[in-house]
T-cell receptor
Framework: DQQVKQNSPSLSVQEGRISILNCDYT??????FLWYKKYPAEGPTFLIS?????DKNEDGRFTVFLNKSAKHLSLHIVPSQPGDSAVYFC?????????????FGAGTRLTVKP | DGGITQSPKYLFRKEGQNVTLSCEQN?????MYWYRQDPGQGLRLIYY???????QKGDIAEGYSVSREKKESFPLTVTSAQKNPTAFYLC?????????????FGSGTRLTVV
């Protein structure tokens, strides 16, 4: 039962343009959402998060948008840089963020072309 | 430098053999986790431990075993009962409670059955 889905396995964008990575979830009890970034041969690293009480969170070039009614979140990277090329995982947890109930999507491989 | 160390990076196992993956953290985190990553799938939780000498099964615990004798260490044994053990294994840790930064991951171990 995949509660968090990233339907695009890959995305390719030109340097300087916007990258939009999408994530859908099915469990309406999720109340906290995170994005992780993973380079080859490394573990995922935390990128940005958003609580369900917000609909947007921004950190530099990275912005996460949450649409609770659609059970959808997206990660925007503007402008995209070649160093952003990595696999991005969406994760969700809740209710009352608990250590053991985080669910991950399958990941989207982003390639930023110079 | 604080972090999580997984060893070995690559591991080959013959069918019918047990093998143990190491995970050590010096972050003083209470909670530790083991995930499995397969192509096209999200990270799936195998086992987790929120405190020393206690651990719980995750979604796909069959064929695996763990121990948590020390706070810093959470080794995972892949037993011969695991039907399809070839995968990428990730260990993670967390301070516990409501952590807005999610988990800290190790670099992973790629296990191949030959």
């Amino acid at each position: 039962d995949q509660q968090v889905k990233q339907n695009s396995p890959s995305l390719s964008v030109q340097e300087g343009r916007i990258s939009i990575l999408n994530c859908d979830y099915t469990n309406s009890m999720f109340d906290y959402f995170l994005w992780y970034k993973k380079y080859p041969a490394e573990g995922p690293t935390f990128l940005i998060s958003i609580s369900s009480i917000k609909d947007k969170n921004e950190d530099g070039r990275f912005t996460v948008f949450l649409n609770k009614s659609a059970k959808h979140l997206s990660l925007h990277i503007v402008p995209s840089q070649p160093g952003d090329s990595a696999v991005y995982f969406c994760a969700a947890s809740g209710p009352y963020y608990n250590n053991n109930d985080m669910r991950f999507g399958a990941g989207t491989r982003l390639t930023v072309k110079p | 430098d604080g972090g999580i160390t997984q060893s070995p990076k690559y591991l080959f196992r013959k069918e019918g053999q047990n093998v143990t993956l190491s995970c050590e953290q010096n972050l003083n985190h209470d909670a530790m986790y083991w995930y499995r990553q397969d192509p096209g799938q999200g990270l799936r939780l195998i086992y987790y431990s929120q405190i020393v000498n206690d651990f719980q099964k995750g979604d796909i615990a069959e064929g695996y075993s763990v121990s948590r004798e020390k706070k810093e260490s959470f080794p995972l044994t892949v037993t011969s009962a695991q039907k399809n053990p070839t995968a990428f294994y990730l260990c993670a840790s967390s301070i516990g409670g409501r952590n807005p930064l999610g988990y800290t991951f190790g670099s992973g171990t790629r296990l191949t059955v030959v």
